[in-house]
């Protein structure tokens, strides 16, 4: 990891965890990065068994030195990630089925593949029924793999801000949806771009993001919390919008984070 990279990671992982089995040191909680609000899915097989050729290397390659997505562009890299096994990324559901600790069975666990300054790649693990709980990605295009497990993500974007009060706003409902084993999903800038992942039983979730977050470039991570649906405020009887607020990032998200020992790509 460059200087750059692990400084920056350190700005996004703000608390402490606790410690558990077979994981490094560098334990703190992250800020959820992985993407999944965007609506259009793929479905891909999920190949079994020796990998014949590095898949996320290929990735690596298709993504380039691109530092945002074009619309045309969207199609290509969603295959290269449908192309990502499970098996080259060297997650397997039974590692961690097999925790004993107990609350390193409730710890969402973060491994970091690589931090480039154009794009991030990495893995989270979930345990059944944690979340990573509403948040933005600002200004990024974020493409998400479940590896294994079912995941039900809730998304928004926000469309206005409440006059008078800058830190509520109105945001759009883009539905909640679950997706499933090799199912990859997308979210843009303005598409699905607010959202809470929630693991119904566990699961993995490999993320690419493009750029990374960085806050000192306008790409924080903003929490969120929503306090009630819009329909009430303008009378119109819509459904489709929410008023939400920003928050800190809350107490109970905590994660860990694990060693990478799939196919390296630095
Ligand atoms: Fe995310």
Not at 9 to 25: K, R, T, V
Not at 142 to 167: C, M, S
């Amino acid at each position: 990891m460059s200087g750059w990279s692990a400084s920056l990671q350190l700005l996004l992982l703000p608390h402490e965890d606790i410690s558990g089995d077979n994981f490094d040191d560098d334990r703190r909680s992250v800020c959820g990065s992985t993407g999944g609000g965007g609506l259009k899915c793929v479905s891909g097989e999920g190949s079994v068994g020796s990998v014949q050729a590095s898949m996320l290397k290929r990735l690596v390659e298709v993504v380039g030195s691109k530092s945002r997505i074009a619309t045309n562009e969207v199609s290509q890299i969603l295959s290269a990630v449908d192309e990502v096994t499970r098996e080259e990324l060297g997650v397997q559901e039974s590692q961690y089925h097999g925790r004993l600790d107990l609350e390193m069975r409730k710890l969402i666990t973060f491994l970091n593949i690589t931090e480039q300054e154009n794009y991030s790649l990495g893995i989270f693990v979930m345990p059944p029924n944690t979340t990573i709980p509403l948040h933005d990605h600002p200004g990024m295009t974020v493409f998400t793999k479940v590896l294994w497990g079912e995941l039900e993500v809730e998304a928004y974007d926000i469309v206005a801000k409440r006059q008078g009060d800058n830190d509520e706003y109105v945001a759009l409902k883009r539905g909640t949806s679950v997706t499933r084993d090799n199912e990859v999903r997308y979210l843009t800038k303005d598409n699905g771009n607010i959202h809470q992942f929630h693991a119904k039983r566990w699961t993995a979730v490999f993320d690419l993001a493009v750029p990374p977050y960085d806050p000192w470039n306008g790409r924080p991570c903003n929490y969120f919390r929503v306090l009630g649906d819009a329909t009430t405020e303008n009378g119109t009887g819509e459904t489709d919008s929410v008023i939400m607020e920003t928050r800190d990032c809350p107490d109970e998200y905590r994660t860990t984070r694990g060693i990478y020992t799939g196919t390296s790509v630095d």
